[in-house]
């Protein structure tokens, strides 16, 4: 399906093999400044690529090095609640296995379940709840049929991600993700009902991505931004701009936690 999507991105690349593909959540976007030499390319110039038309969602892949790997970076990214169906998602993740990449990391901005876990926190996902009602993978009819998802966040990549941050000096958590589809936050008596589930963030992505990159055989690491938390636990409602807002504040630590990590492994 997105044949004419990986022949235009193989064609752009020009030799150049990314190992590690990167995808950056609502207002991550500032990641990108640390890779050395970098190429833009619009996803509006791509052939059959959709548009993110989330406010915080640049829609542009960034290509070059970052630490002592070849990256390609998605400076936006696409959700199911702005009607992209989540097989479209798979076909995105099968262009960069294409292109080479073996390796998906993926960021997002999230709410959180936790009191002590305060917006500008940064929590590394050591696993998912795939709420969302959806799967990627419905049709996609190819081995593995049913992928294994018992090491869907790598544990080497967390191991290393931790040591990163010890050596920094900057706190990390680490917690389950749960995805709902959104668009709207949840309601006080949801966010009452994803505590009962024990989870430690909640947001409105992220999770279509992995599974497809675990069915198509890639190791996977996840980073949560917090960004509020979750409707009820405080006094104020959460809003995209104040998302955006808290979120951007992070980025500089983001940023360095995962040039070192690149770095490194
Ligand atoms: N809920 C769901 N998704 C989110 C939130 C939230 O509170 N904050 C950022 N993304």
Known sequence: MLEKSYEYLK???NGFVPDTALILGSGLGGVVEAIENPL???YSDIPFFPTP???GHKGQMCVGKLGKHNVICMQGRFHFYEGIDVRMIYEVIR???RLGVERLIVTNAAGSLRVYMPAGSIMLIADHINMSGTNPLIGVCEEPYFPDMSNA???EMRQCFM???EEERIPVFQGVYMMLTGPNYETPAEVR??????????GMSTVPEVISAVQLGMKVMGVSVISNLATGMDLHKPNHGEVLQQVGK???KLTLLLTKFMEKE
């Open 95 to 97: 262009v960069l296995k």
């Open 163 to 165: 040591k990163v941050a």
């Open 53 to 55: 038309t989330v406010s």
């Open 40 to 42: 833009y390319i619009p």
């Open 153 to 155: 966040y790598d544990f």
């Open 250 to 252: 992070a980025t500089q």
């Open 11 to 13: 064609e752009k690349l």
């Open 193 to 202: 009902m994803l505590q009962m589930f024990n989870i430690e963030a909640v």
